[in-house]
């Protein structure tokens, strides 16, 4: 097995657990979820049972206390078998978690926070408008003032988990600025039982039916002021901050589901024959599988390096959109030729790396494009 270079044998011995919790809990299950086109909720409790949810939210607040390459490996290992419950544990760790806990009010963490990874709640960040997805400063979602309380009316899309969310934060305007400058981050708790708060629909996208993308309209949604979470007007720094962490999670299961597309190829090479003997001896081939190992530990590598640099405390905007970026783009590329390496079986649902290709292709769009990450790895060559 191939040393992960830059992890400590405590991380080696996280990701057996973690590969032991896929093969006996995850991978059982993949194949009906997907079929049935269900959200895996039942693994989200599960996940928390095993002390895979918050692993990177402080113990005192009901997660693991765990480093950010902790946070990789898990993230990593869950989307080679299965991107959805990764994703589940990446939005949690990074949007919501980190939000929270590091600018949140005392009230908030003891609350909201404790209660997400005490009870293994599923949570969602409403962000993205039909007009504001790369541009944020577009935003055109208000919370406006109301006595103590603040009323809020929008349209958002993309809302992953929205509707089968316990908790939801939702990144409105509440000042006329126009800019950053007046973006707060605003959390709802049972947003389903919320007045004026309603799933529009779950978005069909190309990842599949287990996937829940909302549609969410805000009509006069009313909640305390004191909801906002940290300073007013500061959210759209703390979003920036908080997908520092979510970039490496997104790089994460760009690594995961490409070493799971490998694998499957891998396998396949060794058990399928054609002209009397097994495909991998065919060095068209055999050469695209010695790519893939060669793309996926460079982009490992790169994903892990950014963890160390968060671990020790540094600002890793370049670092994570550098992981996110190269790692979702070898994700795209492995998956492609997994597929072609499967040929007329790889296209088919029959075997999981169309599924792999699907996942992948969603990684190189959320927590920001790999269009707007390249330009903020080129600004920062130019600071």
């Not at 009230?107 to 997400?116: C, G, K, N, P």
């Not at 599949?208 to 969410?216: F, I, L, R």
């Amino acid at each position: 097995m191939i040393t992960h270079t830059g992890l400590e044998p405590r991380h080696e011995e996280f990701r057996d657990r973690v590969q032991a919790f896929c093969d006996d809990t995850v991978r059982p299950v993949v194949e009906e979820h997907e079929r049935e086109g269900r959200f895996p909720l039942d693994l989200v409790d599960e996940l928390g049972d095993a002390g895979l949810y918050g692993i990177t939210i402080p113990e005192e607040y009901g997660g693991e206390g765990m480093d950010y390459r902790s946070f990789q490996v898990a993230v990593e290992e869950l989307s080679r078998v299965w991107k959805i419950p990764a994703g589940v544990v990446s939005l949690s760790c990074s949007l919501v978690g980190t939000s929270l806990a590091e600018f949140g009010a005392n009230w908030q963490r003891e609350e909201w926070l404790r209660d997400i990874f005490t009870d293994n709640l599923v949570t969602a960040v409403s962000l993205t408008e039909p007009q504001a997805g790369s541009d944020a400063a577009a935003l055109e979602t208000s919370a406006r003032r109301d006595g103590d309380e603040l009323v809020i009316d929008g349209h958002k899309v993309w809302t992953s988990h929205g509707e089968v969310a316990d908790f939801l934060i939702v990144v409105a305007r509440t000042g006329d600025e126009g800019d950053h400058g007046d973006v707060s981050l605003i959390g709802i708790s049972d947003p389903q039982s919320v007045d004026g708060l309603e799933f529009v629909r779950d978005i069909p996208c190309m990842e599949g039916d287990a996937v829940v993308e909302s549609e969410v309209k805000y009509d006069g949604v009313r909640v305390p002021e004191e909801n906002i979470i940290g300073e007013e007007g500061k959210g759209f720094k703390y979003i920036m901050r908080a997908l520092d962490v979510g970039r490496i999670g997104a790089a994460a299961q760009g690594v995961g589901v490409a070493q799971g597309a490998m694998d499957a190829s891998v396998d396949f090479a060794d058990e399928r024959e054609q002209f009397g003997q097994p495909i991998r001896e065919f060095q068209g081939v055999s050469f695209k599988l010695a790519d893939m190992a060669m793309d996926i530990q460079a982009a490992r590598l790169m994903t892990i390096w950014a963890a160390k640099n968060l671990d020790d405390g540094n600002r890793v905007n370049k670092q994570a959109s550098m992981a996110k970026t190269f790692a979702t783009d070898v994700a795209m590329d492995v998956t492609t030729e997994a597929v072609q390496v499967h040929g007329s079986r790889g296209y088919s649902k029959d075997y999981p790396v169309e599924r792999f290709m699907r996942e992948a292709k969603g990684a190189q769009i959320y927590e920001g494009t790999n269009e707007v990450n390249r330009q903020i790895i080129s600004d920062h060559l130019f600071e």
